[in-house]
């Protein structure tokens, strides 16, 4: 016997992007915090423009897809739960969620490594990420406007002032453990 299900494949862009909101501002959301954090903690600790880039791309990468399978292993957990409980099933299609974390993870989390990806810059690589990563919270937590009934610039100042907060966290900590790992 076929279970029943409460899922409604999305079509057209609107469809889509409602129907995925979680996991792209999920994804989105994650990947600029926990890059730039990379970047602010390496700077922080006053490592090289080399390490900035490959403990950031490895961010990237390792972190996105640990999301992907997370979200992936969330709703088949989820989905077994209520075929347990003989509730109709509510999504059917984990992979493409796990999928759209990750674009959206890596997409927005190669943001805060811009400034570190071009070979000379006549500026400072760490306030110019500072700036991109402030600018793409505001413009990611702005976006949901698009696909849901919020005020554009609260839902952007939501997600701004949570990146500020971690950001600011993320640098003092690279600063700390590099002044005792300096000692030591």
Not at 29 to 45: C, E, H, L, W
Not at 50 to 60: E, K, P, Q, Y
């Amino acid at each position: 016997m076929k279970r029943r299900s409460l899922h409604v494949e999305p079509h057209g862009l609107l469809e889509i992007a409602r129907h995925y909101v979680r996991e792209l501002i999920y994804g989105a959301n994650d990947g600029i915090i926990t890059t730039f954090a990379v970047v602010a903690g390496v700077a922080g600790g006053g490592l090289s423009l080399s390490v900035v880039l490959i403990l950031g791309a490895a961010n990237l990468f390792a972190d996105g897809l640990s999301m992907a399978a997370g979200n992936y292993l969330s709703i088949r957990s989820h989905e077994s739960v209520l075929q347990t409980q003989d509730l109709p099933e509510e999504e059917a299609s984990p992979l493409r969620h796990a999928g759209a974390t990750f674009v959206a993870f890596v997409v927005a989390g190669a943001v805060p490594l811009t400034p570190y990806m071009i070979p000379i810059v006549p500026f400072d690589r760490l306030t110019s990420s500072l700036v991109l990563t402030y600018l793409a919270m505001f413009a990611v937590g702005a976006s949901r406007a698009l696909i849901a009934d919020v005020q554009w610039w609260k839902a952007g100042l939501e997600m701004f002032g949570l990146g500020v907060i971690v950001s600011a966290l993320a640098y003092g900590s690279g600063a700390i453990v590099a002044s005792v790992v300096g000692r030591a």
